[in-house]
């Protein structure tokens, strides 16, 4: 048994089969998802999907895309959010400084709000970055001890992942680790640790390699976990198993 720990099924483009995605993923033996938002509306349909189907959770958050739209009010409807017993994270929050779609004094903002407002429901964040390393890593040590979550779709180097993992946080991996040219994230999941690795696929993004072109969906999660067993040179179960234990305990899932 695996678990996506991080899909927008919420997305448009699962609107015309989402059951049968949720069915297929249950066959592939995912059979738990972490529905990640994006903003105020993706978090409310995460919530809401969590609430209606047997192994969906939600992360509720303000993507740094979306940065700009976060006021009192909106952290105020995500702590309400929050109150649902699905709610397993804080997520996604985070720097984005590839596509810049929100300033970055507003990202940082939005991003330092929303760990502070984990750190005050007692959840773990699930962080998004991309060429922002050096501002993440500076904003997360300030909330060494306080905070624990997750380097969602890591991409960053092996010196990033050592630093991270110093500060208690996990790295997840996705689907681009089975992409012949991703030399960097092979060695790194060759190297880490696998009590401190999970698997996700970022659905409906990101597929594995043999999906390339496709939607990606939970279904295909099964892709990146075999690669991963293979760079590590165990079996599947073995992968399967710890990985679950880790998302387990970090989103306290019963
Ligand atoms: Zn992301
Ligand atoms: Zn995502």
Redesign the pocket.
């Known amino acids: 048994m695996l678990v996506d720990t991080?899909a927008?099924l919420q997305w448009t483009s699962f609107d015309k089969d989402r059951e049968k995605v949720m069915i297929r993923a249950r066959e592939a033996h995912v059979n738990r998802i972490v529905n990640?938002g994006?903003d105020v509306d993706g978090s409310v349909e995460g919530v809401k999907l969590a609430e209606q189907h047997e192994g969906l959770y939600a992360a509720v958050g303000i993507h740094p895309h979306n940065a700009i739209q976060l006021d009192q009010k909106v952290l105020n409807k995500l702590r309400e959010l929050s109150e649902n017993p699905k709610v397993v994270a804080i997520g996604?929050i985070g720097l984005d400084y590839y596509r810049d779609l929100s300033p970055r004094e507003a990202q940082k903002k939005a991003f330092e709000a929303q760990l502070f407002l984990a750190e005050e429901l007692e959840l773990p964040v699930v962080i998004?970055d991309r060429e922002a390393y050096r501002d993440v890593l500076e904003i997360i040590s300030r909330f060494k001890g306080k905070i624990k979550g997750i380097m969602?779709?890591f991409s960053g180097s092996k010196d990033m992942a050592e630093q991270c993992i110093k500060l208690g946080f996990l790295v997840s991996f996705a689907g681009n680790v089975t992409y012949p040219n991703a030399h960097n994230l092979h060695q790194i999941a060759e190297w880490i640790d696998l009590r401190k690795a999970l698997l996700e696929t970022?659905s409906p993004?990101l597929p594995p390699q043999e999906m390339r072109g496709k939607r990606n969906e939970p279904s295909f999660l099964p892709l990146t976990a075999k690669k991963i067993a293979n760079l590590k040179g165990i079996c599947l179960d073995e992968l399967a198993e710890t990985t679950t234990k880790n998302a387990e305990a970090i989103f306290k899932l019963k």
């Open positions: 991080h927008h990640v994006f996604e998004h969602h779709c970022d993004w």
